[in-house]
């Protein structure tokens, strides 16, 4: 339904209250022309995550912890054996 909206001195339009806080896409393909569009759109930092690879990576990841839950971790052994992996590679050099 094609509506007639004057743009007012500010440079704005209301899309009506109904469309409040929400996203929209606009498109500009030649002056004087938009294309506005609702919908969610995901920040170009997290895009990443939709791409194919990655996108199985994480559900596999997210699987996997499904399946394993966490364990206790005694800090002053992780740290021992962090501390002579560290130690063996700096004899080696």
């Keep these: 339904m094609a509506q007639i909206k004057t743009i007012g001195s500010n440079g704005q339009i209301s899309l009506g209250k109904e ?3 929400q996203n929209v896409l606009i498109d500009n393909p030649e ?5 506005i569009k609702i919908g969610t759109f995901i ?4 895009q990443w995550l939709l791409e194919k690879d990655n996108a199985t990576k994480l559900d596999e ?3 996997w912890a499904s399946n394993n839950q966490p364990t206790s971790t005694d800090l002053t ?3 021992n054996s ?4 560290f130690n063996s590679n700096n004899d080696n050099n």
């Design 61 to 63: 990841a997210l699987d």
């Design 19 to 21: 469309f409040a806080g």
């Design 31 to 35: 002056y004087g022309v938009w294309t």
């Design 82 to 85: 962090i501390s002579s992996h």
């Design 77 to 79: 052994e992780l740290e």
């Design 43 to 46: 920040p170009h930092n997290e």
